[in-house]
Nanobody, 123 residues
Framework: VQLQASGGGLVQAGGSLRLSCAASGLIFSTYVMGWFRQTPGKEREFVAAVTRNGISTYYADSVKGRFTISRDNAKNTVYLQMNSLQPEDTANYYC?????????????????WGQGTQVTVSS
């Protein structure tokens, strides 16, 4: 299984970015997909997750109303649209997956992880 995240970069506060995560080596539609983020010296933090069929989503309170997770099962890709970015959103963002009918915000539930893409928000 491979998860390839992309789309990170440098953006000013208030700006937007769209992250993508392309999956291979798995039956994508059977996996819950999630996004996590991490800054140096801190634990990995849940950001958002989406169920296998894309109908249900779950967000951390810190990003609710600003970030949107979605997926395209035909393209084996999950997205994270990030709007109204703030300096505290600066982190390395990881996509992750696990096979389950249930959504989860716990990193330990996720079996596969991508390599991360850096998002830096300047003030």
């Amino acid at each position: 299984v491979q998860l390839q995240a992309s789309g990170g970069g440098l953006v000013q506060a208030g700006g937007s970015l769209r992250l993508s995560c392309a999956a291979s080596g798995l039956i994508f539609s059977t996996y819950v997909m999630g996004w996590f983020r991490q800054t140096p010296g801190k634990e990995r933090e849940f950001v958002a997750a989406v169920t296998r069929n894309g109908i249900s989503t779950y967000y951390a309170d810190s990003v609710k109303g600003r970030f949107t997770i979605s997926r395209d099962n035909a393209k084996n890709t999950v997205y994270l649209q990030m709007n109204s970015l703030q300096p505290e959103d600066t982190a390395n963002y990881y996509c992750a997956s696990f096979m389950s009918p249930w959504i989860s915000n716990r990193a330990n539930d996720y079996a596969y992880w991508g390599q991360g893409t850096q998002v830096t928000v300047s003030s």
